[in-house]
């Protein structure tokens, strides 16, 4: 077994994780009106459209009642609005605002900047083999999680 933490993989996974977060939130400072969490929320938002509340808690990894201040906040900003689930009275749903679409380009941008630099050295080939081992890994581990989640 394995017990030097370089060569360990999920705390390479984590660490580089960690690491493009920071380097997320010094470059946002100056050009987003959003934190790291808000940008998240909107990724999600627009990769997945409308969710509910608790989707949307259980992506980002909180707690549904950290979401909701999140989300109170986000709704006083303009970014999200929040509706009632016509099927169901008690599950709010969550949808982001022309706003928040615009907002998400610019945290994009960054998040390119950050993947340029976090790439820098490799050739376009490992860039994109990367990429897909690292989709491939998702794809592995999903199904398991969302099986023991359920």
Not at 47 to 53: A, D, F, K, L
Request: charge should be positive.
């Amino acid at each position: 077994m394995q017990t030097s933490l370089d060569k360990r993989f999920g705390f390479l996974v984590s660490d580089v994780g960690r690491l493009c977060g920071k380097r997320f939130d010094d470059l946002a400072k100056s050009s987003l009106d959003l934190t790291r969490a808000q940008c998240r929320a909107l990724a999600y938002l627009s990769h997945y459209g409308e969710v509910n509340q608790a989707r949307l808690a259980d992506l980002l990894e909180v707690a549904p009642i950290s979401a909701g201040r999140l989300l109170d906040r986000m709704e006083e900003g303009g970014w999200i609005e929040r509706f009632q689930n016509e099927d169901d009275r008690r599950v709010r749903q969550v949808r982001m605002t022309a706003k928040a679409h615009k907002a998400l380009d610019k945290a994009r941008r960054v998040g390119d900047k950050i993947a340029l630099e976090a790439l820098a050295g490799f050739s376009a080939e490992e860039s994109e083999q990367l990429i897909a081992l690292l989709a491939r890994i998702r794809s592995n581990l999903g199904p398991i999680v969302d099986r023991s989640n359920e």
